[in-house]
């Protein structure tokens, strides 16, 4: 049976989650192989030198944007492995999903568009679940962890982007070609400190350079070229949001079987306000796309 464009498209969509939920994973190993974040950062952008090939007919607008997008991007990326020298990597994924509780408000602060209460439910149900994390294991003692501050960081950085994206790319004949651009200009902002304020890795082996290529080519240059042709093919803004709101449950599933992460009361309880705080994002759209269905 011959499977439709949408559905090939979400399919493609569902894997590019997959990928991005594994990719924390051989980034924590790199992290406790001694290499620094800068450095993971730099290799997963290099490979975007693979794709300046289907650069074509580029505009300057275009190169504008990307320079924009790839500074918040690079931004995002960097905060968001820090924090994993910090935190488990399923706590530092949780964390990173409170931009879905973020972007509403942002497109509110900056483009007016309409905010709902769900949206504010969701923003202090998020704000409960950090707490949590914030709190000892042991006690009801609340104390700032550098980890969870780089984490939310990442989140704020990642919410700028995508609402950015979303405003750049209507205007854009080719999001791909914006894409590369924004990937290139994050690669040089890397490039300019990583060479000056820390040493090239020393550990090279089997579970560090496959680690590299999975972060570099798979979970950079492939997923994002799967997001892109399934949103292509699907042409349904509000399932794609819905697949991508799985990203952190992929990281928390893999953490628990692949680095045996343990389960803390105070993790389970912020995992479970955050995601609650997600849900409450994502109601509307379950509730616009579940009636279009019908």
Same mark, same amino acid.
């Given at each position: 049976?011959?499977?439709?464009?949408?559905?090939?498209?979400?399919?493609?969509?569902?894997?590019?989650? =997959?990928?991005?939920?594994?990719?924390?994973?051989?980034?924590?190993?790199?992290?406790?192989?001694?290499?620094?974040?800068?450095? #993971?950062?730099?290799?997963?952008?290099?490979?975007?030198?693979?794709?300046?090939?289907?650069?074509?007919?580029?505009?300057?607008?275009?190169?504008?944007?990307?320079?924009?997008?790839?500074?918040?991007?690079?931004?995002?990326?960097?905060?968001?492995?820090?924090?994993?020298?910090?935190?488990?990597?399923?706590?530092?994924? =949780? $964390?990173?999903?409170?931009?879905?509780?973020?972007?509403?408000?942002?497109?509110?602060?900056?483009?007016?568009?309409?905010?709902?209460?769900?949206?504010?439910?969701?923003? =202090?149900?998020?704000?409960?679940?950090?707490?949590?994390?914030?709190?000892?294991?042991?006690?009801?003692?609340?104390?700032?962890?550098?980890?969870?501050?780089?984490?939310?960081?990442?989140? $704020?950085?990642?919410?700028?982007? #995508?609402?950015?994206?979303?405003?750049?790319?209507?205007?854009?004949?080719?999001?791909?070609?914006?894409?590369?651009?924004? &990937?290139?200009?994050?690669?040089?902002?890397?490039?300019?400190?990583?060479?000056? $304020?820390?040493?090239?890795?020393?550990?090279?082996? $089997?579970?560090?350079?496959?680690?590299?290529?999975?972060? *570099?080519?798979? *979970?950079?240059?492939?997923?994002?070229?799967?997001?892109?042709?399934?949103?292509?093919?699907?042409?349904?803004?509000?399932?794609?949001?819905?697949?991508?709101?799985?990203?952190?449950?992929?990281?928390?599933?893999?953490?628990?079987?692949?680095?045996?992460? &343990?389960?803390?009361?105070?993790?389970?309880?912020?995992?479970?306000?955050?995601?609650?705080?997600?849900?409450?994002?994502?109601?509307?759209?379950?509730?616009?796309?579940?009636?279009?269905?019908?």
């Amino acid at each position: 049976m011959k499977i439709s464009d949408k559905t090939y498209g979400s399919l493609l969509i569902h894997l590019a989650v =997959f990928f991005w939920g594994f990719s924390f994973i051989p980034q924590k190993i790199l992290l406790q192989s001694g290499f620094s974040s800068l450095y #993971i950062v730099f290799f997963r952008f290099s490979f975007i030198l693979l794709c300046v090939f289907f650069i074509k007919d580029v505009t300057f607008n275009t190169i504008k944007r990307g320079f924009f997008l790839g500074l918040v991007l690079f931004s995002a990326i960097l905060t968001q492995v820090y924090s994993l020298k910090y935190l488990d990597v399923s706590v530092s994924a =949780f $964390l990173l999903s409170t931009n879905m509780v973020l972007i509403p408000i942002f497109n509110y602060i900056l483009f007016k568009k309409k905010i709902t209460i769900f949206n504010i439910l969701a923003m =202090f149900s998020a704000g409960i679940g950090v707490i949590f994390f914030n709190q000892s294991t042991h006690s009801i003692e609340f104390s700032w962890n550098i980890g969870i501050l780089l984490a939310l960081l990442s989140s $704020l950085c990642f919410t700028l982007h #995508i609402i950015f994206t979303n405003h750049f790319v209507d205007k854009e004949s080719s999001p791909f070609q914006l894409h590369i651009f924004q &990937s290139l200009f994050a690669l040089v902002a890397v490039s300019i400190f990583v060479f000056f $304020l820390d040493d090239f890795p020393q550990v090279w082996n $089997l579970a560090t350079i496959s680690s590299i290529i999975f972060v *570099g080519f798979v *979970g950079t240059v492939v997923a994002y070229g799967m997001l892109a042709y399934g949103q292509k093919l699907t042409q349904d803004p509000l399932k794609t949001g819905l697949i991508m709101s799985l990203h952190p449950v992929w990281t928390f599933i893999f953490a628990i079987i692949l680095l045996n992460e &343990s389960l803390t009361t105070n993790k389970l309880l912020g995992i479970f306000f955050i995601a609650f705080g997600v849900f409450l994002c994502e109601w509307e759209s379950l509730k616009k796309y579940y009636l279009l269905k019908k």
